[in-house]
């Protein structure tokens, strides 16, 4: 049988979540009750198009925490050129924290939080062919804080 490369990395990320104790949940709004930190990385940099289901509900507790929420490269719901959405579902979401993984994405110029970049790795020629500074990292650190304002994508 025929099973997509999505479902079986969802069914080893979960048996890995599984096998770390990680609690799953079906009642996201109860379970932000039993939390003081929340992590987004519903979707990431590779979202586009219409928010669809079960994930309205999940992106509206986000929009409605007073729970500091950490987005992973893109918050939720947001368009990785244009930012968060004119209207509708996660129009106002607005995290506390953005880590982006390797380089700032261009959405970046709507983020109002406090902003980490992760991936040291990357080689300067890499950054020149894209166009983008590797931030300054200091002695073996992976993440470097960075402003938020004026911030070249």
Known sequence: MF?????????????????????????????LKCTDHVVDAIFGFSFSGEVREPFP?????????????????????WNIEDGPPRSGVGSTFHPAFLVSLTAPKPLVRHFRGRH??????????????YDFDVPQYSGIDQVVEVPTSGEKP
């Open 3 to 31: 099973v997509p490369l999505i479902v079986r990395l969802q069914q080893r990320l979960s048996k890995q979540l599984e096998d770390l104790n990680v609690p799953f949940t079906e009642d996201f709004s109860t379970a």
């Open 57 to 77: 509900a999940v992106i509206k507790a986000l929009e409605e925490t007073k729970l500091p929420v950490t987005s992973v490269d893109a918050p939720s719901s």
């Open 116 to 129: 980490f970049i992760g991936g040291r790795f990357v080689a300067p020629s890499v950054a020149l062919k």
